[in-house]
């Protein structure tokens, strides 16, 4: 059995054949070796597909071959026949799955048409899946994704087979309850808000019940003691004058109203916004927070709501369209809401706003790339070592021009702290009140330095 | 057909057979179709946090639109 892995690497193709189990020692196949390995799996059979992880499957073939492959590698574009006739094999083979399952179907009902049993759909609790839907998941992103390109019309369903759900994986749903978090759950979200493209309304009863009956998480009597971690940060001092004031006449009240609905801290919020944003021009400004809307139009929210006693047990839920980030409060809602995504993917505060800058993945990117454990990196605690892996890792790939490796500090400018000055940052994760004091060390240092 | 797990909220699993995923361009969201106890059902799902959570309020519209979806899917069986 030969194992094998096909990888996009500085956006090239890369191809590895694979030695060892525990520890995996990857060797690079030249173009020639490559070309016969894609005939080989060309004339075998599928065997069995199964997710690895949410963008990774792996491939079994009929020689019981093993081919590891990205969705990137599924994606990127390529001129090359047996590149394309791979691809549409592992489509071909997605699709069979579909029509057997419909196959199924229409024997159980002797080829009458159903209809979804509307009732009893509703009627079920709001359900959670991990893994075993996360390689399906990517199957069909990769099917609608691949018609995109190929301008079709009709979209490729891609199905979820049986194939791809083994035991293991059922195994993983099996604990979630246990694992359940805040912001996992999906209530029906609290007051409506301006733009037209929320969805928000008052909880129902129903959810309501389910939030009481959720002691997991959301739980109050279990209290959590607030949490303080001290940074020092050399902080710049090339401000912008006056920036951070026109940020706050104009946005102020927002930044202030969803930083506060959703656990942020206002300060570092207005900070960051005054770094993103481009000037004001007779009350215009386009993209305050610099939104590409390629990556997030039709990107739906789901944000925990909090007040001045904590979390309510409510969530916000919007989607963003391209309309709502051409105004104010829809570009200011996307933005925080990504940071939030962000800082809940890292625990973390300033490794939630680097990945705001360096992007959401970098993170666990950075720990598969160096073959780390991403829980070592997570938490305000390792913040700053996880802002150095994220820096490394993108340096490493892309060289010194990928963002804005001076992301922090340039946000920091516009935090108002004199010198050796500190200010107190507080922001929620899930129930816990964190509190950040961020000093300003510039001159400290400067005097170390004399 | 295919199988998986699902737990709701209070912990309970459901074993499911998974007909089929979908991706609709008017709603801009993801819908499953199954079937639990010989009943066929269909929800939405969405990422969030890394788990994929499945939402079964869906609107009339939603609804008709996945009828039609099925409809269409199982004519072509015969095609």
């Known amino acids: 059995?030969?194992?094998?892995?096909?990888?996009?690497?500085?956006?090239?193709?890369?191809?590895?054949?694979?030695?060892?189990?525990?520890?995996?020692?990857?060797?690079?196949?030249?173009?020639?070796?490559?070309?016969?390995?894609?005939?080989?799996?060309?004339?075998?059979?599928?065997?069995?597909?199964?997710?690895?992880?949410?963008?990774?499957?792996?491939?079994?073939?009929?020689?019981?071959?093993?081919?590891?492959?990205?969705?990137?590698?599924?994606?990127?574009?390529?001129?090359?026949?047996?590149?394309?006739?791979?691809?549409?094999?592992?489509?071909?083979?997605?699709?069979?799955?579909?029509?057997?399952?419909?196959?199924?179907?229409?024997?159980?009902?002797?080829g009458y048409v159903p209809t979804i049993n509307r009732t009893k759909s509703k009627n079920h609790k709001k359900m959670i899946?991990?893994?075993?839907?996360?390689?399906?998941?990517?199957?069909?992103?990769?099917?609608?994704?691949?018609?995109?390109?190929?301008?079709?019309?009709?979209?490729?369903?891609?199905?979820?087979?049986?194939?791809?759900?083994?035991?293991?994986?059922?195994?993983?749903?099996?604990?979630?309850?246990?694992?359940?978090?805040?912001?996992?759950?999906?209530?029906?979200?609290?007051?409506?808000?301006?733009?037209?493209?929320?969805?928000?309304?008052?909880?129902?009863?129903?959810?309501?019940?389910?939030?009481?009956?959720?002691?997991i998480s959301l739980d109050k009597t279990i209290s959590t003691p607030e949490i303080t971690y001290n940074f020092d940060y050399v902080f710049s001092d090339i401000s912008e004058n006056g920036k951070l004031e026109i940020t706050k006449e104009y946005f102020g009240d927002l930044i202030e109203y969803y930083c506060n609905r959703w656990g942020l801290p206002p300060e570092l919020c207005l900070a960051q916004l005054s770094q993103e944003r481009p000037k004001v021009v007779n009350g215009e400004c386009k993209n305050p927070f610099q939104i590409t809307a390629k990556y997030f139009v039709g990107e739906t929210f789901t944000i925990p709501v909090y007040d001045s006693n904590g979390f309510t047990g409510s969530y916000d839920k919007f989607t963003v369209t391209e309309a709502?980030?051409?105004?104010?409060?829809?570009?200011?809602?996307?933005?925080?809401?990504?940071?939030?995504?962000?800082?809940?993917?890292?625990?973390?505060?300033?490794?939630?706003?680097?990945?705001?800058?360096?992007?959401?993945?970098?993170l666990s990117a950075a720990c598969n790339y160096y073959g780390l454990d991403i829980n070592d990196y997570k938490g305000d605690i390792n913040a700053l070592n996880a802002c150095d892996l994220i820096t490394k890792y993108h340096q490493e790939l892309y060289g010194s021009s990928y963002g804005d490796y001076d992301y922090l500090a340039n946000v920091f400018r516009y935090i108002p702290t004199s010198d050796r000055g500190s200010v107190m940052l507080s922001y929620y994760l899930g129930e816990e009140k964190i509190n950040i004091a961020l000093n300003n060390t510039r001159e400290y240092n400067s005097e170390l330095t004399r | 057909?295919?199988?998986?797990?699902?737990?709701?909220?209070?912990?309970?699993?459901?074993?499911?057979?998974?007909?089929?995923?979908?991706?609709?361009?008017?709603?801009?969201?993801?819908?499953?179709?199954?079937?639990?106890?010989?009943?066929?059902?269909?929800?939405?799902?969405?990422?969030?946090?890394?788990?994929?959570?499945?939402?079964?309020?869906?609107?009339?519209?939603?609804?008709?639109?996945?009828?039609?979806i099925i409809e269409r899917k199982m004519g072509e069986l015969n095609a």
């Open chain 1, 1 to 110: 059995m030969h194992k094998y892995l096909f990888e996009i690497e500085n956006n090239k193709r890369v191809y590895y054949s694979v030695r060892g189990e525990s520890i995996p020692i990857y060797e690079v196949i030249n173009s020639n070796q490559s070309k016969q390995i894609v005939n080989d799996i060309l004339s075998n059979e599928i065997l069995k597909i199964t997710p690895i992880k949410e963008d990774v499957i792996k491939i079994t073939l009929s020689n019981f071959n093993e081919l590891t492959v990205s969705k990137t590698f599924l994606k990127f574009p390529d001129q090359n026949m047996e590149i394309k006739a791979l691809i549409s094999k592992i489509l071909a083979y997605i699709n069979g799955l579909e029509k057997e399952s419909l196959e199924t179907l229409a024997q159980k009902y002797n």
């Open chain 1, 129 to 215: 899946v991990a893994a075993t839907l996360a390689g399906s998941i990517f199957l069909s992103g990769l099917g609608v994704s691949l018609a995109k390109k190929n301008n079709k019309e009709e979209k490729i369903d891609i199905p979820l087979s049986d194939i791809l759900i083994d035991d293991n994986e059922v195994n993983i749903s099996n604990t979630l309850a246990s694992n359940v978090q805040a912001e996992d759950l999906i209530y029906e979200p609290e007051a409506p808000l301006d733009s037209s493209s929320h969805e928000n309304n008052t909880p129902t009863e129903e959810s309501n019940t389910n939030n009481e009956n959720n002691t």
């Open chain 1, 324 to 362: 709502s980030l051409n105004t104010f409060e829809g570009n200011i809602m996307a933005g925080l809401a990504y940071l939030r995504k962000c800082i809940n993917r890292t625990d973390s505060l300033f490794t939630g706003l680097y990945l705001y800058n360096q992007g959401e993945p970098s």
């Open chain 2, 1 to 68: 057909m295919n199988n998986i797990t699902l737990t709701d909220i209070d912990g309970n699993k459901y074993k499911a057979d998974i007909i089929f995923t979908y991706f609709d361009y008017t709603y801009g969201k993801d819908y499953i179709v199954y079937m639990i106890d010989n009943d066929l059902l269909a929800s939405s799902y969405e990422k969030v946090n890394n788990n994929y959570i499945i939402n079964n309020d869906l609107s009339t519209g939603e609804y008709d639109m996945i009828d039609k």
